[in-house]
């Protein structure tokens, strides 16, 4: 709330000048000291009427003067101290200055040991300076030697395993099998006596064994050399070394291989292990993939997939992959496996191989790529597809060696499967069986008349026409085994979806154009064959329209989730409902069929009802009177009668029938009213015109209109036989149904 400003004493304090050093009368400094004080209320209160700046600097003011008062209460206070230290101890106070006597030779005498232990203090610290400085040198030096010591034992140690490479190289020709004292034979740096390997000796196979164990160790010494040679880059002894570095692994690769081949050749598993082991350790796998595929797999698929100066040019071979994939899997199995095997085996730490993609499936692309390279084209799609299905059987056949899951990741992620995945091209055959589906269809549909087929033995013996049996047809080959690819599973339903719409539009556009709409009928769709097809040939059309969406509905539906059953079940539902709109737009057309049925029939039905005209002219100026139906009605109801006894009435439902004689019967009759209305406007008209001029000319004449009267009139006469043929149109009517019994009353209403 605002502050109590105490009113003015006097009006000159009001608009005077205010009293220096004096505090405005709406500053309150007890209001501070209330319990309740709060600035922002206070500063709320006062800023209505003074300014913020005046009040901040009343506020500093009051500041300055608080610290002033309470820096005169604290020395008072010392003050106070003082003179009360000084009255308590008064006698010591008095008597101080008596003790003061000699200070100035009491300090010099007590600055002197400080001056020499400070002396004391900075002769150590220069001690101990030069000492840290001494053992940091050491230090340096300690490192320094270690550093050297440890590069020089790192050469040592290069050298001796240098050495002891070449000699555990050289005494491997040498090695005897039963484990003995090996004897050095020394050798020239390229030459590797091999001729025991080619002896067949019993005990051949421990000495490849033995050979095995040692190019294992020279493998790992190979290894220690390697990473002693990274830590020791660029230095001169290296360097030096280089030569015999560079010899001695080309003598541990040629013997390596020789042993690894050998090995295969015996399939010796020991040897192969060991040997594997060694390529491992010195980090040069593909040179083992290397030597598997060109010693092993390579001859095995030349004997199955000629290529190269030994390719078979008779003219006999073909492109088909399928029979060259079995008998591949069978080499596999035979002459592989045992490979795959030792690889494969756990805890081994041979993991690092990948003989399946970079030995074997590289040897098979190769193969292809030379000896049949056709098989890769899509421009035969049914070869394509075939050798693309056998090639993921094939791939599916080897993962199935992969040991894990994460094996036959890897398998996947090598560069040589991406390749051979890449070889085919799925969107060139996609594009062509596009051509192809949709090519058919579209040339079914481009026939000025439809075409009815006898298909009752045929794969589609409910169908009948031969535009339909294309649709269902192109549909099913969408996802025949023959056809899909899997992966483009998606552009095969988009492909369904467009054939629907296809031969929906091709229908659509036909009847609108049949009608003579031709603003909305389609100029992109032929629609000639609704123009010339007779009422016949669209009871067909029905029938086959209705087929059809039972067939979608039905088996083609649950066959396409059937293949689509490894998708989850939110794609599958997404799939089901994008056919089910697809059929949507086929139920449409029926509709639009049966009323073009019903126009055509009362299109024909009119050309009789045009002769009803004639009975203003049998009556007109006669005394003719009218004692029966005209012969026009038997004539009207003859093209429905004859249309619903017609045999094709009998691919339609009873229900159908129904809807059509209702149809027809309904709009016949509202043109007989029509056309009957009109004749009796005009005769009555006609009549009334009569009567006003022979009423006007016997006015003229004096005469009476008595006898005019008593007669019939014409159009009396008209209405009669109206009436009378009315009566004969609307029985057959009758006996059918009441749906129409209103139009007909208001028919008969005429003849009343």
Known sequence: MAPDLAPPRTPTDLFGDPIEDSAPLWFKASSFLSPSFDPESYIDDLKSFVPLESLAKELRSHLSSLKSELLRSHLSSLKSELVDLINRDYADFVSLSTRLVDVDSAVARMRAPIVEFREKVATFREAVDSALGNLREGLRQRAEAAAAREVLELLLDTFHVVSKVEKLIKELPSTPSDGSTIDIVHLDKGAIINDTYSQDMGNGTTLRETQSILLERIASEMNRLKFNINHAKNLPFIENMEKRIQSATLLLDGSLGHCFVNGLEHRDATAIYNCLRAYAAIDNTSAAEEIFRTTIVTPLIQKIIPYGQIQVVDGTSSDE???????????????????????????????????????????????????????????????????????????????????????????????????????????????????????????????STITRVDNKQGKFSKLTLKQSIALLDSLRSCWSEDVLVISCSDKFLRLSLQLLSRFSTWLSSGLVARKGDSAHSSTTHNSEWASTARIEDLIYVMHDVRSLVMEITGDYLGDVLRVLESCSAQVLDLVKQSI?????????????????????????????????????????????????????????????????????????????????????AERITSRYYELAADVVNVARKTESSLLRLRQGAQRRVGGSSDTADSNISDTDKICRQLFLDIQEYGRPILLHSGLTRGKFQHIVHFGS
């Not at 069929?593 to 029939?601: G, V, Y």
């Not at 009605?633 to 009668?641: A, E, H, T, Y």
């Not at 009998?650 to 159908?656: A, G, H, I, M, S």
């Open 321 to 447: 992959l399928e029979e060259d994939y079995t008998q591949i899997k069978q080499c596999i199995e035979k002459d592989c496996k045992f490979l795959l095997e030792i690889s494969s085996s756990a805890n081994s730490g041979l993991h690092v191989f990948d003989f399946l993609g970079n030995s074997i499936l590289k040897e098979v692309l190769l193969a292809i790529q030379k000896g049949k390279p056709g098989a890769f084209s899509p421009g035969r799609p049914t070869e394509f597809l075939k050798n693309y299905k056998s090639s993921l059987d094939f791939l599916a056949f080897l993962e199935g060696y992969c040991p894990s899951r994460a094996a036959a990741s890897k398998l996947r992620s090598e560069t040589v499967y991406i390749d051979f995945m890449r070889q085919w091209n799925i969107g060139v055959y996609f594009s062509l069986r596009f051509q192809e589906i949709a090519g058919s269809l579209d040339s079914a549909l481009m026939a």
């Open 580 to 664: 089910l709109h697809g059929k949507k737009s086929l139920e449409e057309c029926v509709p639009m069929i049966m009323d073009t049925i019903i126009d055509a029939i009362v299109k024909m039905s009119v050309e009789d009802l045009r002769q009803l005209k004639g009975i203003t002219a049998t009556y007109r100026m006669t005394n003719k009177l009218p004692v029966r139906h005209s012969p026009y009605v038997s004539g009207i109801l003859r093209p429905l009668k004859n249309f619903l006894d017609g045999e094709h009435i009998d691919l339609v439902t009873k229900e159908t029938v129904n809807q059509l004689l209702f149809g027809a």
